[in-house]
């Protein structure tokens, strides 16, 4: 059992940067890949990046791409997501997702976080 709880979300304007953590219970943090997802209002759930447990492989949609980096510290027990260039169209709540297994689909992570809101404003 892994629970994740995200914190860091806030209010932004465009241009500007949030870092996101997500701190996971457990001893077993370092076995489990480490995804991030956003939904906006009305939207579906959408990836955003993923991380290896390793740290060593990470993908990121292409909305993002260059502007968001994800990294994790096993030590810690805690991923991030650094967010720079924000725009308002990165306005959503964002999720933390751990599993077993590196995936870029959500209904393949077995455990979430309850999520933190970044709004970015124009």
């Known amino acids: 059992q892994v629970q994740l709880v995200e914190s860091g979300g806030g209010l932004v304007q465009a241009g500007g940067s949030l870092r996101l953590s997500c701190a996971a219970s457990?001893?077993?943090?370092?076995?489990?890949?480490m995804g991030w997802f956003r939904q906006a209002p009305g939207k579906e759930r959408e990836f955003v990046a993923t991380?290896?447990?390793?740290?060593?492989?990470?993908y990121y949609a292409d909305s993002v791409k260059g502007r968001f980096t994800i990294t994790r510290d096993n030590v810690k027990n805690t991923a991030y997501l650094q967010m720079n260039s924000l725009k308002p169209e990165d306005t959503a709540v964002y999720y933390c997702?751990?599993?077993?297994?590196?995936?870029?689909?959500?209904?393949?992570?077995?455990?979430w976080g309850q999520g933190t809101q970044v709004t970015v404003s124009s």
């Open positions: 457990g001893r077993t943090f370092s076995t489990y890949a």
């Open positions: 997702a751990a599993d077993r297994t590196i995936t870029i689909v959500a209904p393949q992570f077995r455990y």
């Open positions: 991380i290896s447990w390793s740290g060593g492989t990470t």
